[in-house]
T-cell receptor, first 118, second 111 residues
Framework: GAVVSQHPSWVICKSGTSVKIECRSLDFQATTMFWYRQFPKQSLMLMATSNEGSKATYEQGVEKDKFLINHASLTLSTLTVTSAHPEDSSFYIC??????????????FGDGTRLSIL | SQKIEQNSEALNIQEGKTATLTCNYTNYSPAYLQWYRQDPGRGPVFLLLIRENEKEKRKERLKVTFDTTLKQSLFHITASQPADSATYLCALGDAGNMLTFGGGTRLMVKP
């Protein structure tokens, strides 16, 4: 299989706190990882694409200084929500694509992180 | 702009029947299309992928069709079971592994 582990599964913290979310591919190497945000009853919205060893590519409207992404190895990417505010509360999901795979490949998703900012 | 439409209303069917979900798109020429299942509070799970040059793909009780002229994909679940109840997402992909997701359709299979 292709297992992606995301941690933590939920976070509740005060406004102004920075929160780090980890995404790990457990049984495969992932050249590319993706970070999504999902609001209730809405679709997944791509925030950024994370490539191992290089800077992330952010989608239009996503603040790169607000959502820091690091992809230090082929099995780990992290998303840090800096100085989080209530409007950042959402469901954040990561996914990973296998190393060497290019195009026509499924993405393997973590189980998401529910972030609640008080 | 690109637009992917899935029926936002829930689809309610009786156990044993065939569920058919629709995914329509505009202003897009995808290299492939994928279907995912998402349960509440969980990440999506990959089900099927169909490429632009394929008309139909099957996997066990699942069948996907892809009509690039109509710009539409149909997703069928035959002999549906209550355990099939979930939200089903279609996603269009380009050659670079980038996916754009539809809003999903919630399927409810009643025993």
């Amino acid at each position: 299989g292709a297992v992606v582990s995301q941690h933590p599964s939920w976070v509740i913290c005060k406004s102004g706190t920075s929160v780090k979310i980890e995404c790990r591919s457990l049984d495969f190497q992932a050249t590319t990882m993706f970070w999504y945000r999902q609001f209730p009853k809405q679709s997944l919205m791509l925030m950024a694409t994370s490539n191992e060893g290089s800077k992330a590519t952010y989608e239009q409207g996503v603040e790169k200084d607000k959502f820091l992404i690091n992809h230090a190895s082929l099995t780990l990417s992290t998303l840090t929500v800096t100085s989080a505010h209530p409007e950042d509360s959402s469901f954040y999901i990561c996914s990973a694509a296998r190393q060497g795979a290019w195009g026509n490949q499924p993405q393997h998703f973590g189980d998401g992180t529910r972030l609640s900012i008080l | 702009s690109q637009k992917i439409e899935q029926n936002s209303e829930a689809l309610n069917i009786q156990e044993g029947k065939t569920a058919t979900l629709t995914c329509n798109y505009t202003n897009y020429s995808p290299a492939y299309l994928q279907w995912y299942r998402q349960d509440p509070g969980r990440g999506p799970v990959f089900l099927l992928l169909i490429r632009e040059n394929e008309k139909e793909k099957r996997k066990e009780r699942l069948k996907v069709t892809f009509d690039t002229t109509l710009k539409q994909s149909l997703f069928h679940i035959t002999a549906s079971q209550p355990a099939d109840s979930a939200t089903y997402l279609c996603a269009l992909g380009d050659a670079g592994n980038m996916l754009t997701f539809g809003g999903g359709t919630r399927l409810m299979v009643k025993p």
